[in-house]
Structures are given as structure tokens and as C-alpha cells.
């Protein structure tokens, strides 16, 4: 008995974290009224198949955690219905479709993990549906961050950590106002940390770091009220470290790396100085040791 010959009233097949292998079949098409699909967590290979691009009727697609590869296909926009889309970690290798742009019901995307390559298409950044999450992080994209990722206004989750984009953080970013988590962290973005970014007063996460941004730390991330964790190291920052807000939290803040900063941690300046010190002892030690050796020396 293959997949094709299950019911076509069949609405929620749970195949998940089965240890499933081999490719997903072709016949996964024929049942037309599938709603929620979840397959990952499995050990499928292969391309993802044409068949998936039949089901019009899916609202949830998870083929995450899987040894997928090829192609990110280009049909899953003809999945209309779709709101949840899981298909990170895996081994897909391709550019992002524009197409993508055509999934107007879509608040959910994490496409992490995986080996895609070329440019963010605008089309992805200007989904007004994104809502809850767009996961990018851990692939091989490069380019600019469009602006157009102003346009992700409903947006609550950001990640595309971990690429090779390039440019400066585009200033329509302000205009997600809703956003709660931002990660930029380890790419290649210059400039300084712009005042656009006032806005974003709901932010709890911020990370941006290990890019070579310059400038000084802005002080209004210190008014932001949510903000939990900060992580700037690793850039080239200069001036002070603000003081209100999460700054005088020094477990959830992180400035390390950067070399002309002042005011960091104290914990950080007392252990510097407790190195000093220790150096002052130990060279103190060492000229009275070699001062006894000489007058030893000379009295023998």
C-alpha cells in the first residue's frame, strides 16, 4: 500500500518524528484534502516533490529536521491557504523564490538552516501577512537587506543571523513596530546603529553582533522597557556604554570586542585591574628573588 492510496478525505496525516526514510512520494499529491502535513523530525531525502504543490487546501507544511535537498520549489506558492511553513534544517541549496510573494496568507516562515544562496527577493520582506515569524538564519544569502523589510509591519520574530548579507541596517526596519526579537548577529553589515530603530520600543531581544558597525551606542536603547538581552560585541562601536535601562543589567548585556569602548562592565574593569596588579606583584617578586640570588652569590 503506497501514500496514494490513503483516503483523499484524509485531513491530517501525523507522520512525524517516525524515523521515516527514503523520498517523499509524488502520490502525496493526490490527497487533495490534506489541511495540516507534518512529516519532520524524519530521516526523508530527496527533492521535495511536485506533489506538494497540489495540495491547495494545506495550512501547515513541516518537513523540518529531514536530509531534504535540491531546490526550494518555487509551486509552494500555489499553496494560497498555507499560514505555518517548517522546512529548516535540511539540506535545500537554491536562490529564494519570488514567488514565495504570492503566499498572501502566510504569518509564518522559518526556512533556517539549510544551504540557500543569492539575494533576499523583495517579494519575501513584503508579505504584510508575515505575523509571527520569518527565519532566514544559517544559510549562504547575500546582498543588501531590502528595504522593503519595512513593509513586515505585523512582524514579531526576525532572524537572518548567520548569512553574508552586506550594507547597512536598512532604516524602513523601523517600521516594524511590532517587533519583539531581532537578529542580525554575524554578517557583514557597517554603519552605525541607526535612530530609525527608536521606534521599535517592543523589542525584548536584540543581536548585532560580530558585523562591523561603527559609531556610538545609541542611548535610547536604554528606554526601551522590554528589552532583555542586548548583544553588540564584536563591532567596532566607540564612546561610552550607556548607563539606564538594560545597560545596568550587566549579565544581559554584551559589549565585549569592542577594542575603544569605554565604560564597560565593571566586572570586566576589575579583573583587568586585578591583571595589573597581579603583574605589578609578580614583577615586584621576581626583582627581590634575583636581588637575594646576587647578594647570595657575592658573599660565597
Not at 483523499?8 to 527514503?22: A, D, F, H, V, Y
Request: hydrophobic share 40%; proline share 5%.
Amino acid at each position: 500500500m503506497s501514500i496514494g492510496d490513503l483516503s483523499t478525505q484524509l485531513q491530517w496525516p501525523l507522520m512525524g518524528r517516525n524515523k521515516i526514510s527514503g523520498s517523499i512520494p509524488e502520490e502525496m499529491g493526490n490527497l487533495r484534502n490534506l489541511t495540516i502535513l507534518y512529516m519532520n523530525q524524519n530521516r526523508l531525502h530527496g527533492n521535495i516533490p511536485d506533489g506538494i504543490g497540489k495540495l491547495q487546501n494545506l495550512h501547515v507544511l513541516d518537513l523540518s529536521s529531514n536530509k531534504l535537498s535540491g531546490t526550494l520549489p518555487s509551486f509552494l506558492s500555489n499553496l494560497t491557504q498555507l499560514n505555518e511553513l517548517y522546512v529548516q534544517q535540511n539540506s535545500l541549496s537554491s536562490r529564494l523564490p519570488p514567488s514565495f510573494g504570492l503566499c498572501i496568507n502566510l504569518p509564518t516562515v522559518n526556512l533556517s538552516h539549510n544551504s540557500l544562496s543569492g539575494n533576499i527577493p523583495k517579494e519575501i520582506v513584503s508579505l504584510s501577512s508575515l505575523a509571527s515569524y520569518l527565519g532566514l538564519s544559517h544559510n549562504s544569502l547575500n546582498g543588501y537587506v531590502p528595504i522593503e523589510v519595512g513593509r513586515l509591519v505585523n512582524l514579531v520574530k526576525l532572524d537572518f543571523s548567520h548569512n553574508q548579507l552586506t550594507g547597512e541596517i536598512p532604516p524602513p526596519l523601523g517600521d516594524s513596530v511590532l517587533l519583539q526579537y531581532l537578529y542580525l548577529e554575524k554578517k557583514f553589515l557597517q554603519g552605525e546603529i541607526l535612530r530609525s530603530l527608536t521606534t521599535l520600543k517592543g523589542l525584548k531581544e536584540l543581536d548585532l553582533s560580530s558585523n562591523n558597525l561603527s559609531g556610538q551606542i545609541p542611548e535610547f536603547l536604554g528606554t526601551f522597557r522590554s528589552l532583555q538581552s542586548l548583544n553588540l560585541s564584536f563591532n567596532d562601536l566607540d564612546g561610552e556604554v550607556p548607563k539606564p535601562g538594560v545597560f545596568s543589567n550587566a549579565s544581559e548585556i554584551y559589549v565585549l570586542g569592542n577594542k575603544v569602548l569605554c565604560g564597560k562592565d565593571p566586572k570586566l574593569k576589575s579583573k583587568a585591574k586585578f591583571s595589573k596588579i597581579l603583574i605589578i606583584v609578580i614583577s615586584v617578586s621576581g626583582a627581590v628573588i634575583l636581588s637575594l640570588a646576587l647578594t647570595f652569590l657575592l658573599l660565597h
